[in-house]
């Protein structure tokens, strides 16, 4: 299988690392929009090019991963490419999936390929877990928690206050708040009850850092409705103990059966991973081969995680599967 990537930030970097343990595929070309000269991958004798000569790769690549952010890039990218190719995206922008799946839908039709649109780890295999749960234990109440973990939109976000040179920040799950549902309790949680914000922040040279903490905590949207504490250390300290991208969490599902609803259960999934785009990279290549098996039998449209059964997903054939993992 020959995969292409475009966009060479973590995720494409993360791909490209990931070619490299699945013996199916191949990384034949890296697209990106900065100068194809000033970019060097890890993988000898693999072209950079200008994403300007994307199309002329049409008939040479089984599967595009694209590798652009959801806020702008994803949007555009996805519907636009997945007329030429079969496509893979992370876009995780909740609330604009449907409309998302919509436009991708159109376009890879009109092309007779497939693409699949929010793939990962939040969209996507805690996806599958919340719907696998809720099939199985119909009455329940679904959980998710995030982290401990690098959330890279609120560093971001914290890097873009007057005063900071550099920052990080993590999303911690609160433990009471954890182990009650994992003790079948069914507690009703507030956004300040599920999760905590640590921020590590290096100040410019004069910066306030009461104003800075201040601008910080009551950051609408980012830090407002969470308990927030804000570190202030040195950059030195900040590349030390705090330049990797680690992320993780939990879905649960707490639920009943019985004549009585009185059998109690719990359904619980969880992830740590030392790097987010290291991760979710390989879920993409996964689901990438799932894409070309369904384009080699003659779909087409838009696809997500519900829609692929999980033997497409995996190198092994079927019989190999009902061998070695029934």
């Known amino acids: 299988m020959k995969i292409g990537i475009l966009g060479y930030g973590n995720l494409g970097k993360g791909v490209e690392a990931a070619v490299k343990q699945n013996s199916?595929?191949?990384?034949?070309?890296?697209?990106?929009?900065?100068?194809?000269?000033?970019?060097?991958?890890k993988t000898d004798s693999v072209p950079v090019l200008s994403v300007n000569e994307i199309e002329n790769w049409k008939d040479k690549i089984d599967v595009l991963i694209l590798c652009g952010g959801s806020a702008t890039d994803l949007p555009e990218q996805t519907p636009k490419y997945a007329k030429m190719f079969n496509v893979i995206d992370s876009f995780d922008t909740h609330a604009n999936i449907p409309t998302h799946f919509e436009e991708v839908d159109k376009s890879a039709k009109e092309g007779g390929k497939v693409a699949v649109i929010s793939v990962g780890w939040d969209p996507g295999l805690f996806s599958l877990n919340r719907m696998y749960a809720n099939a199985i234990l119909p009455e329940g109440n679904d959980y998710t928690f995030w982290g401990r973990g690098v959330s890279q939109g609120h560093s971001d976000a914290i890097r873009r206050i007057k005063g900071v040179k550099d920052g990080k920040q993590y999303t911690v799950p609160v433990e009471k708040?954890?182990?009650s549902v994992k003790n079948g309790e069914n507690p009703v949680l507030t956004t300040r009850e599920k999760h905590t914000r640590e921020c590590y922040v290096v100040l410019e040279d004069g910066a306030d850092a009461k104003q800075v903490e201040h601008d910080i905590v009551t950051m609408p949207n980012y830090f407002s409705d969470y308990d927030t504490t804000v570190h202030f250390i040195s950059e030195e300290e900040l590349k030390k103990n705090h330049s990797g991208i680690p992320h993780g969490g939990f879905v649960l599902r707490s639920g009943v059966t019985g004549f009585d609803k009185e059998e109690k259960h719990i359904i619980e999934y969880n992830l740590k991973l030392d790097s987010n785009p290291g991760f979710t990279s390989s879920?993409?290549?996964?689901?990438?081969?799932?894409?070309?098996r369904l384009y080699k039998e003659g779909q087409t449209g838009c696809?997500?995680?519900f829609d692929i059964a999980p033997a497409y997903l995996s190198p092994k054939s079927a019989e190999e599967?009902?061998?070695?993992?029934?």
């Open 24 to 41: 199916d595929m191949e990384l034949v070309a890296v697209f990106t929009r900065r100068n194809p000269e000033d970019l060097k991958i």
């Open 321 to 326: 599967l009902r061998k070695t993992m029934l």
């Open 303 to 305: 696809k997500t995680v």
């Open 177 to 179: 708040a954890l182990q």
């Open 283 to 292: 879920v993409l290549l996964a689901y990438a081969r799932a894409a070309f």
